[in-house]
Each structure stands twice: as C-alpha cells, then as structure tokens.
C-alpha cells in the first residue's frame, strides 16, 4: 500500500492569500467526487477505472480554481487521468 507522506505534498504557497492545492486536498476531493474511501486511490490509478467522468471533472476544474489554482483546465485533466499526472499538472500550474 503507498501512503501520501506530508513531505510529498504540494507545498506551494499562493499568491495574494489565495490557497494552495495540495496532494491532500485533490485526493479528498477526488474521492468525494467518486463516492469512494482516500485509502483506496494510487497515485498510479487511472481515475476512469474508478467512475470518472467529464462532469465530475468539471465539478474539480472549478472547485480548484476557486482554491487558487486558476490555470488548471479540463483538458489538462481529461487527456491523462492518472491521479499522478493531475498531482504533476497542479504542481506545475502552481509554480507557474
């Protein structure tokens, strides 16, 4: 089983008081979007196998814009949905 540990957070900080997208925070997001317990996802699941949809994906897109990530979009999402490709886009889009 591979756990998340603290260090392997998303720790970037956002500008302008705006908040920032962790690891944490997509994985309970996500799994509050599929009905299913954080414990089960891994960070090489492909979310389809678990119920992922456009409309949920939407859903994501813009709770995490309005968290801080403001450049994430749904194409950047729906062309790989491994759950660690969408860590690497955030961290990416939050650096930026």
Same mark, same amino acid.
């Given at each position: 089983? /591979?756990?998340?540990k603290? /260090?392997?957070?998303?720790? %970037?900080?956002?500008?302008?008081? /705006?908040?920032? $997208?962790t &690891?944490?925070?997509? =994985?309970?997001? $996500? *799994?509050?979007a ?5 414990? /089960?996802? +891994? ?10 949809? *456009?409309? &949920?994906?939407m859903?994501?897109?813009?709770? #995490?814009?309005s968290?801080?990530?403001e450049?994430?979009?749904? =194409? *950047? %999402? ?7 490709? #969408?860590?690497?886009?955030?961290? +990416?889009?939050? +650096?930026?």
């Open positions: 089983m /591979t756990t998340m603290s /260090t392997e957070m998303l720790e %970037l900080k956002g500008h302008n008081d /705006t908040m920032t $997208v &690891r944490e925070h997509i =994985i309970r997001d $996500v *799994s509050e599929l009905y299913i317990s954080p414990e /089960t996802l +891994r960070p090489e699941d492909n979310l389809e196998d678990h119920g992922m949809d *456009s409309v &949920r994906i859903e994501l897109v813009e709770k #995490w814009r968290a801080g990530a450049d994430i979009d749904f =194409i *950047s %999402l729906a062309e790989d949905q491994h759950l660690s490709h #969408w860590f690497e886009t955030l961290d +990416r889009l939050q +650096r930026e």
